[in-house]
């Protein structure tokens, strides 16, 4: 049997024990900047999450206050509202695209059906969509005269209908 | 900033006659230090949330908001909301 003493090369062990030091350390620096770099790119990436986000609901606000200007419009100028916008569906079927959303537009009367009586109150919500991003506002609609108008004080921003 | 007359029914024409149909696309681009643009895309109307006369004069606040001054350095955090149901001032 061969006798293996650590005396035999006290140099080369010295290398090797060097080299094993040298390897952790650097493997230890490297995983710290590996860290550093990951974290930044992570904090980077949430930021700019963040920051569109931002910009969706902002855009989204804009959009579901202009869904009830479009509606209002549309009734102003269609006296058939009540039975072309019946049904409590979304108008129009196929969201209307504007700037990076759609608009849509909901009236939903108490009673369940808006074509029953012209003297019905009803409710105008407006829907506005950026991305995943919903944004609903609300107001009461009333005849005035031949027309519909919004009740002072109605409008507020609300949970899609 | 670009104001168009656009038809209810059809939002894609663009009205420049006289027959006014009471709704007005607007349309707003900023361009940023960078030259970076952004556009923002609005609807507004004859007979809007927007077009309401007050029952009674008074003050109205549209908008709250918030300023931080941070620090001894004074950074400023602004932030605001528009108010959708316009409240008198208190």
Redesign the interface.
Known sequence: MKKISLRQNPCKNNRHRRSGYLYVSVMGVATVVSIIGFSAMTLARMKLKSAQSGNESTEAVILSQSAIEYAMANIHENSSWRNDYAGSTEVPGTPLAVGNGTVTFKLVDDDGSLSDDTDDLATLYGIGRVGDTVHVQSVVIQPSGSEMEIVVGSWKRTAAP | MNVEQVV??D?SVIQNDNTD???RRITITVTDPQSNQ????????????ME?N??EAGTFVTWVGTELDVGSRSIKFVGGA?I???TLEP
């Open positions: 209810p029914g939002l149909k009471g709704l952004t556009t923002l895309i609005g609807f507004r109307s004859e007979t809007g949330v309401h007050p029952e528009n959708a149901n316009h």
